[in-house]
């Protein structure tokens, strides 16, 4: 419960576009930019 309740004070550090791309990195994800969806910033 408390992680969502910081998402907020959290999104102010670490928008959640470069969030995604971290996890996707440190899981080993392969995905190509061009098909990752658009980001609204």
Do not use: A
Request: proline share 0%; no cysteine; glycine share 0%.
């Amino acid at each position: 419960m408390q992680y969502i309740m910081q998402q907020e004070e959290h999104h102010k550090m670490v928008n959640f576009r470069d969030e995604y791309l971290v996890f996707l990195k440190e899981y080993k994800i392969d995905f190509n930019n061009e098909y990752v969806f658009d980001f609204l910033d």
